[in-house]
């Protein structure tokens, strides 16, 4: 069974509300997520809590993405 993750991605330096989102795939540093309209560099991954069973908790900071 895959591991599921639940995100809290925030928002640095920016007007943007940030969001909470169910994801089949762990984000990593550097990589682009698209939220509302917008779209996103991620700065950092912390594990909020350890993961319980198939359930993994993460805090993660990003900011608008620079072409």
């Not at 993750?5 to 795939?25: L, R």
């Amino acid at each position: 069974m895959p591991a599921n993750y639940k995100v809290s991605y925030v928002v640095s330096g920016g007007d943007h509300p940030g969001a909470i989102v169910n994801m089949e795939q762990r984000p990593l540093v550097g990589d682009r997520v698209k939220l509302g309209e917008r779209e996103f560099t991620v700065l950092e991954v912390i594990d909020l809590i350890p993961p319980r069973g198939d359930f993994h908790y993460l805090h993660v900071t990003i900011q608008l993405a620079k072409d």
